[in-house]
């Protein structure tokens, strides 16, 4: 018991860690495939997806220069895998889904976006979803775990890639989050 509290209080730490980090901390923006980096996390999380009976399943467009952004892709790949985290956490198991897919909107934005199943999400909290600690179920009546972080990292790395996140709950139940990222100017523009 002492070995899970105490691994839980580490990845408190952390995950507090990235969030305060994510809008702060400076780094040189690169190319990054936004499109590669949510197949790589889909497969990183395509296991525990199975193991809960969920099934997951993306969409991108190919090539690299339809979806390129500029930024840090250590940040993406944590901003992806929080995003899949989420979508499985509060999903309706067994036989529930989760939908990852990268596009470019317009040419002025790259597009990801998470659907999965799950319980109803009230309209009027979904914009509280992305609050530091905000949880739409207590701990205490639920059987998920997590701390209220994950959606509140999302945002803080959107906004350092100057983004911008929404989320909508879905009429069926669960949730849809919409990260767009702004298209890095060519060259001589």
């Known amino acids: 018991m002492l070995r899970e509290t105490n691994e839980r209080n ?6 507090l860690l990235d969030l305060a980090s994510a809008g702060y901390a400076p780094f040189d923006p690169d190319p990054v495939d936004l499109a590669e980096l949510a197949e790589r996390a889909a497969a990183e999380r395509s296991a525990r997806a199975s193991a809960r009976g969920i099934r997951l399943d993306v969409d991108t467009e190919s090539g690299c220069e339809t979806c390129e952004v500029a930024g840090n892709a250590t940040l993406l790949r944590q901003l992806v895998l ?16 989760v939908h990852l897919s990268a596009f470019r909107d317009r040419d002025a934005a ?21 609050e530091p ?26 906004s350092a890639h100057h983004g911008t996140d929404t ?3 879905n ?8 990260i767009e990222l702004p298209v890095p100017a060519l060259p001589g523009s």
Do not use: C, W
């Not at 580490?10 to 995950?15: D, E, K, L, T």
């Not at 929080?82 to 889904?97: E, F, M, R, V």
């Not at 905000?134 to 790395?157: C, E, F, K, P, T």
């Not at 009429?171 to 919409?178: A, D, E, I």
């Open 167 to 169: 989320a909508s709950a």
């Open 10 to 15: 580490i990845s408190v730490v952390r995950a």
């Open 82 to 97: 929080n995003l899949l985290d989420n979508a499985l956490l509060h999903n309706t198991s067994p036989n529930g889904d």
């Open 133 to 158: 600690f905000y949880r739409a179920r207590s701990r205490v009546s639920s059987d998920r775990s997590g701390h209220g972080l994950g959606l509140a990292i999302v945002r803080s790395i959107a």
């Open 110 to 130: 790259v597009v990801m976006e998470v659907e999965n199943t799950g319980p109803h999400v009230d309209k009027a909290v979904v914009d509280q979803l992305f």
């Open 171 to 178: 009429p069926q139940g669960g949730l849809t989050v919409r």
